[in-house]
Structure formats: C-alpha cells, structure tokens
C-alpha cells in the first residue's frame, strides 16, 4: 500500500453535502457556502506524546481528532462542514487505520461533516486537521463580546480528562470505575454543537475549554477588555476529584482537555439558560462573573484567592 492507495482505501468517500462539488483527489476541493452566511475555519494539531499517548485506541484517536475541531466550531455558535485531514503516520498498519477512519468517520457522519482533502506523509505520528463551519452573517459568537457584570457559565463537567492523564502518570489516584470513566472523557470528548448553535443570541462571548478553565477564561477576558474571577466550590467536577483536594481542583480548574463550552452572558439571560441546559440535557452551570480590570482569578467562598502553579496548559513550558 502507497500513499494514494491508503487515500483511496481509507479517507476517499463520496460526499453526500451538494456543496462539496469537488473533495478528495484533486489539487484542491470546490465548495459553495451557504448565502447568507460567513465561514469559520481552525486549525489544530495532534502530536503523539504530546497531545496523547502512543498506545491510544486508534478508534478514539480518529473520533478526537475530528472532536476538538468540532468543539471550536460550537463555541463560535456555528454548524460544521467540512474538514481537512494531513497527517503523518510512522508506517502504514492497515487495521490500525481502518480503526482510526472508522472513528473519524462515525463523528464526522453523526454531525454531517465531509472530508474534503488533505495530506499524507511519513514521520512521527502527527495529525493536523483545518475544521470549516458556517454561522449566519454577523451572529457568530466571539470572544470580544463580554461585558462587566456578564455572568461566566460552563456545560458539562471539569476535570475528568485532566484526571485520567495523572492516573496515568502516576500524580493521582482513582477509584477503579472512575478511573475507566476519567478515560472515556479524554477519549471520547463530545462537541457541543447544539448548545453553541442555541447560545447565538444568549451569550455575549464564548470559547470552548482545551488548554484550561483558568487560562482559557483568561483569553475570553482580555479579548473583551474585562477581568474575571470563578468560585472554585462553584466548579461542576465529579465528587471523586472533590475529595482529591488541591490536587482535584487543579484538574477542574486548569487540566485541559474537556472541550466544554465556557460563555458569559448577561443576569437577565438566567431563565433562558436554564431552560436550555433542561432542552439539550446538558448541565449549565453558572461559576463566576466578568468585571472591571484584569486577570482571571479562582476564589474561595469568602473571596480569597487560591493560588495554582499554573492556569492551563502551556505547550512550551
């Protein structure tokens, strides 16, 4: 197997989107936007021994790789749809990439997203996808957009991603069962298309949480010219990592990995969101406020501050 025959035999599907006139196979694909409407495009990289381990399932790698593109599409309130693939592979195992194609596919399928080229080449193993969604003109979310007095809100649950690469690492202990579930949040992480889509129009700003709670918070903040502060007893993190202490709060509040949704929007959208948390069965949960100044600070119920070594991941430290 070659190069073009791993393209042909693995990521060549004909897409059932109109609007892809011209995919995989040419020099470059033909698209047709939807009118109306501008586009959104990210990048990301996935490095082995960087971004996961080299023993991961291939399955789940595929279905992550695709993941955490989708995730920045639903914190700019968008609808993804289509994708780039390049990637460099050590050699060529035809189970371990029929594994990996079936994962990115399943993902790609359930949200309607084709892949429409790429690139292959050999070298470590490094995967770089380039995500295209659309939004309406002028309503997609930003992170410029918060205000002073802007409550901070974030689906789902913190920390459990972040948990599982300690376990790994030997820097936390979790209870068998937890431990299996911390490893499905890191694999198998779930894009909040729907809730981004239903926040244009309630949240004033938006980003999804890759790097951190705290750091990424920290960018929606200055983007918008404003400070933020979170209640660390606030945080929706599972009980086991309550009991881990510092070392629990650490994962929530600046782990990485959860590719939940971190928005602020106004007091006044309170009711609305509560009902939409109950409509897409996705916990909202509101952890802090946006004010005057700068920084992002993480407080305890009296206000004081907790110190962590760091507030998110940094690819260079």
Known sequence: MNEFDLIRRYFDRPAADPAVRLAVGDDAAILAPTPGHELLVSTDMLVCGRHFFADVDPRALGHKALAVNLSDIAAMGGTARWATLAAAWPELDADWLAAF?????????????????????????TLSVSIFGEAPAGRALRRDGGRAGDDVWVSGELGMAAAAVRARLGQLTLPEAERALAQQRLDWPQPRLALGQALRGLASAALDVSDGLLADLGHLAARSGVAAWVRADWLPMP???????????????????????????????????????????????????????????LLNPDGSDILLEQHGYDHFA
């Open 101 to 125: 194609a079936e994962g990115w596919f399943a993902l790609a399928d359930a949200h309607e997203v084709a892949l429409i080229g790429g690139d292959t080449t050999r070298g470590p193993l």
């Open 239 to 297: 009980a086991c990592l309550r009991e881990q202490g510092a070392a629990g709060l650490a994962c929530a509040a600046a782990g990485g990995d959860d590719y939940e949704l971190c928005f602020a929007a106004p007091p006044s959208a309170r009711a609305a969101l509560a009902d939409l948390g109950r409509a897409l069965a996705v916990p909202l949960t509101r952890i802090g406020a946006l004010t005057a100044g700068a920084g992002c600070r």
